[in-house]
């Protein structure tokens, strides 16, 4: 399967403070990114996207920032809120292998109120 | 619309046991998956299908089956369970192939969580 790691597997924020999560991957084959949260006890639930002819992409209160030259995609998070607690999951499908999604092995976020 | 539906929620199976995991979406997608996530990791893909009558193998699909014999229902068959099939499965739906339609996302099920003793 393919590389898809993130720098650290927890972080902890205070409430009120940006989060910022981190995932690498190795293919420069990958063309399109999602970012999901998963709650505890419940399935990945979207949270933003990326296609790989952009490098920045923003929501509400989240941004995605992809460095196609060190294959790196970051997801910021502004004014982390309590409910933010969650694990934070990156998933890359690579161009031309069709359904396949590959997914990183999660960051806890702990937001501290 | 209730979503994506997955039965049952837990279940201890012994080795060699099998059963099925249901998964039923009311959303008309015509993308189905199933995703199996072991402790501290991230999701793997075991199977997928892009309408009724068609199904492909995803990462990790060696001792599981599957069936799409309607648009609704895609469910999963474990035969001879192992120790290693224990994990949470989650079945995800879509209309599109994620990323194709612009937006369109997968929508995940609350998970079955398997244990083979």
């Known amino acids: 399967g393919e590389s898809v790691g993130l720098h650290l597997p927890t972080l902890s924020v205070q409430e009120g403070d940006n989060s910022i999560i981190n995932c690498a991957y190795s293919?420069?084959?990958?063309?399109?990114f999602i970012w999901y949260k998963q709650e505890s006890g419940k399935g990945p639930q979207f949270i933003i996207d990326?296609?790989?002819?952009?490098d920045k992409r923003q929501g509400q209160r989240v941004t995605v920032l992809l460095n196609k030259t060190v294959k790196h995609l970051s997801l910021q998070i502004a004014a982390t809120q309590p409910g933010d607690s969650a694990v934070y999951f990156c998933a890359e499908n690579i161009r031309n292998t069709g359904n396949q999604f590959y997914f990183g092995t999660g960051t806890s976020l702990t937001v501290i109120p | 619309n209730a979503g994506v539906t997955q039965t049952p929620k837990f279940r201890i199976l012994k080795i060699g046991q099998s059963m099925t995991l249901q998964c039923t979406q009311d959303m008309n997608h015509n993308y189905m998956y199933w995703y199996r996530q072991d402790p501290g990791m991230g999701l793997k893909l075991i199977y997928y299908s892009v309408g009724a009558g068609i199904t492909d193998k995803g990462e990790v699909p060696n001792g599981y089956n599957v069936s799409r014999s309607t648009t609704e229902d895609f469910p999963l068959r474990l035969e001879l369970a192992a120790p290693s099939q224990t994990s949470v499965y989650f079945c995800a739906s879509s209309y599109f192939r994620p990323g194709l339609a612009g937006g369109d996302t997968q929508y995940f099920g609350p998970g079955t969580r398997l244990t083979v003793l």
């Open positions: 990326i296609r790989s002819n952009m």
């Open positions: 293919n420069s084959a990958s063309d399109y």
